[in-house]
Structures are given as structure tokens and as C-alpha cells.
């Protein structure tokens, strides 16, 4: 079934970021030519235009980093803890200085709608560094009273494409407050803000390898995995690499923290407050083109309320608008790359085929570039490829449940465990039902809600270790 969506006058971004021609590796505090003399290309996936060029990584240029980080390692966690907290400070202040830049060119390099990257990754890519700034030099007393902990090392961190500067946000900013060094490695599709944070820690004047960036393919996120040097792997990206990094460092006595995929439950009782729960499962849906290891992508509605709340999203899903990332009306921008691309449709063929009913919002898509309209499924089996896969795209399973015991039991059955949502109106029921959901974060009545002082992470195989508050710090201390 096809809903014709609503148009809106452009409002487009004026703002363009300084991008330049080639981009080099950053390591030990300068940019430097890969080994091989290879770069690739990054693109726009919203109009497959070049951007830049950037180096490519191999084992040899990995291993110049990692000594380069060991080096900065020495360096780094010798500084005073109020020092390092200084310098954190300083890169926290800059990105959030530069954060039209910075959101223009994450949505130019990955295709989130600007609104997003304006009012969501870059300003909590910057909270992250302030947030664990301020922990740098507290750590001492806080956490084992009069005993400093000690930091583990080089720590290699392999980032994906859904939240660039965020997640490299995520995974820097604990591990310099705990005193490590960093080798990080953007992935293949969006390297440009890694690049730029890359920039501003080069003028923050940090020592030099303490942060160093390397970028490439899943051949150089292997190479950092299997490099002997480094003390620590910190992964988000798919539960299949994911496994595959656990196996080779299985013996080796690495620290290992892996944040991997999702198919988080959404749960809707009868008695929540209906519109708020449509804007609810819009925002864990559609919220980066569904692009999110957390989206609410399997919908559980309460079977009373199921034909209302498919009634009120058909008419939802035709106001959201679809084009231009740099729009600041877009609602659904670029997705990612063409092979993402390419998996979402061959899920939803999957989904049709197996005999789920397909509703997606009819709009015209750009001539160029790779685009899915907002779509979701009704009629689907628990057993359904499209109930049980990440599709990692703006594509939602609906289905139904009668009884609180029945929802909880839909809800974990899944491979994964990373999050869930419930809405109800009922205080006492959202508590029960979090208490007997296998995720590592539960939403009640709201979705995709983020903070760094909150921990994130998951059950089963979407992974295991913490990022943020308390309990992330403690997976950078030894
Ligand atoms: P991926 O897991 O291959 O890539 C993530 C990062 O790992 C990238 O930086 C990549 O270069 C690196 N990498 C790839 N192979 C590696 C290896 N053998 N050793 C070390 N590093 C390696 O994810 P991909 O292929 O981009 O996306 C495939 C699917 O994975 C998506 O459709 C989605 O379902 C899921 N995914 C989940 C994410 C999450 O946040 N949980 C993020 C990205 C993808
Ligand atoms: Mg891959």
C-alpha cells in the first residue's frame, strides 16, 4: 500500500565546512602519507558527488600508529590528571565552537538530516568530552577512595557509519579522562569529521600520539585488531564482525568491549496515550533513516489498539519529509551508502515475500543519490527475516501481543539485547515489564534518549561492556 506524502517549501543549509582535496593519516600528532601511497574516495550519498580524498591504512601504517600511541601512551599518562582534564576541556570547547561545521559536514559525508546532526551528534559528541573532561581528575577519590587507577594502554577503537563524530566521541573522550592513548579508525563511508576532530585535536595541542586516526577498511580495522601492541579493542558495528574480532583476540589477555547490533521491542500498551506513542515509535524508527544499533524496529501493540495505532502512523509516515540532508525540513535523509542501501531493499523483498503487508510513504525521490522512503510492516511472524534481522533502515515490523507476560516474551525473543521501549500510563506496569526485558537500556514512554552520564550497551549478541557514566570509565581502567 502507498500513502501519498505532504511537500514543504526548501529550507536549505547555507553554511559549507572547509573540506580539503586529501586527506592524510594522523599519526603521532602529524598528517602523514599512507605507506601504499593509496587514497579513496568519500562521497555524498545524497547526490554521489566526491568529497575528498582520503588515505588508506594497511597493516604497515597501523603498526606506525600503534607505536606512536605507545609513545603518547607514556606521554599522556604521565601528565597531571587536572592536565589531561584541561586538554579534553579545550577539545570539548572547540567542537562545540565549530558545531554548524561540524554537523554540516557529518550530514554531507553520511546523509543524516542536518536537524539532526545539528541538535543531536555534534552537541553530544561535544557533552561526551566535557562530561568525561570533568571526570579526568576526580577519578582518584571517586571511584576506589586515595588509590588512582591505573589506565590499560593503547587502546584500538573501530567506530561505524550511523553516528561518525558521536561515536568517536564515545570511545575517545573515556579513554583520555582514564589516561589512555588511542588509535581510532573511522569506517570507510564517513572518515570527514573523524578527520576534523583529528584537526582540532592537533590545535587543542594534545602530546603527540596520544590520539591517533587511521583510516581505511575493514582490512585496517583488522589489522588493529591483530596488531600485537595494543591493550585494548573497543568495537561498535555489526554482531558478525563483532564475532570475528572476538575470536582472534580469544586467548590473547586484550580487554575487549564490543557494542553490537540490535532489534529492540517496542512495546505499546492500550493504555498509553496513543499520539505521544506514534511520535514515540516515529522517533525509533525513522530517527537517522533507522540507521541505529537501538531502533525501535520490532513494534509490539497491544492487539486492541493495533488497527488505531497503524491508522495513526499511515497518516504520520506521509508528513515526514524526505531529500536533502542539508534541509532543514528533512525529516528522512540520504541512507548511508548504496550497499546499505541495497540490504534494506532485499529485506523488505524478503519481508513481502514471506507475506508481511508492505506500507511505505509515496514520495518522489531525488534523481541522485540513495534514498528509502519511511515504510513498516504489518502481518509479520515472530519468524519472519524482517522480524529478526537488523534492516538498519527506515523499515518498522509491526506485530501484536494480548497480555503483559506474552509482550515480554515477544520482546526477548531476539538474538540480540541492546534496548526496548514501553508505553503505558501505568507507572507500576512500565517498571515490571523493564525488570523482565533482556536490554541493556529500557525507555519508558520515550525513545532514543541519550546521555553521558548514562551507561549504554548490551545482552546477548548485541555485545558486551558499557560506554558512558560511571560504568564506561571502568572499561578503560585497568
Ligand atoms: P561493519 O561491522 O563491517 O563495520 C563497522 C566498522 O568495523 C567499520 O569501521 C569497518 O571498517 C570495521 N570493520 C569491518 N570489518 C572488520 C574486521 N574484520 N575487523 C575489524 N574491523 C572491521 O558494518 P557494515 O558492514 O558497515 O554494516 C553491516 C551491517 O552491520 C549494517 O547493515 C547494520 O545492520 C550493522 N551495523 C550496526 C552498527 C551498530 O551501531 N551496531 C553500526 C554499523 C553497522
Ligand atoms: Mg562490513
Known sequence: MAVTAFTYAPAPERVRPKIRERYGLFINGAWTAPNSERYFETINPADETVLAQVAYAEAQDVDRAVRAARKGFERWSKLKPADRAKLIYRIARTITERSRELAVLESMNGGKPIRESRDF???????????????????????????????????GQIVPWNFPLLMAAWKLAP??????????????????????????????????????????????????????????????????????IQRRLAGKGKRITLELGGKAANVIFADAPLDQAVEGIVQGIYFNQGH?????????????????????????????????????NTDIG?????????????LVRSGIEQGATFVQAECELPARGFFFPASFFTNVHPSHRIAREEIFGPVLSIMTFRTPDEAIEKANNTPYGLSAGIWTAEGSKNMWIAQHLRAGVVWCNTFNKFDPSSPFGGYKESGFGREGGVHGLHEYLA
Request: hydrophobic share 45%; with cysteine.
Open 121 to 155: 551528534d555534534i552537541p553530544e559528541a561535544g557533552a561526551h568530552f566535557f562530561y568525561h573532561a570533568g571526570w579526568a581528575d576526580k577519578l582518584e577519590w571517586a571511584l576506589r577512595a586515595g588509590e588512582m587507577p591505573a589506565p590499560i594502554g593503547v587502546c
Open 175 to 244: 579513554a583520555l579522562a582514564c589516561g589512555n592513548s588511542v588509535v581510532l579508525k573511522p569506517a570507510e563511508t564517513t572518515p570527514l569529521t573523524a578527520l576534523a576532530l583529528a584537526q582540532i585535536i592537533e590545535e587543542a595541542d594534545l602530546p603527540a600520539g596520544v590520539v591517533n586516526i587511521v583510516t581505511g577498511d575493514g582490512a585496517t580495522g583488522a589489522a588493529l585488531v591483530d596488531n600485537d601492541g595494543i591493550d585494548k579493542i573497543a568495537f561498535t558495528g555489526s554482531t558478525d564482525v563483532g564475532k570475528v
Open 292 to 328: 541505529v544499533c537501538c531502533a525501535g524496529s520490532r513494534l509490539l501493540v497491544e492487539e486492541s489498539v493495533h488497527d488505531d495505532i497503524v491508522a495513526r502512523l499511515t497518516s504520520r509516515i506521509r508528513t515526514l519529509r524526505l531529500g536533502d540532508p542539508l534541509d532543514k
Open 334 to 346: 540520504a541512507i548511508n551508502s548504496r550497499v546499505q542501501l541495497e540490504k534494506i531493499h532485499e
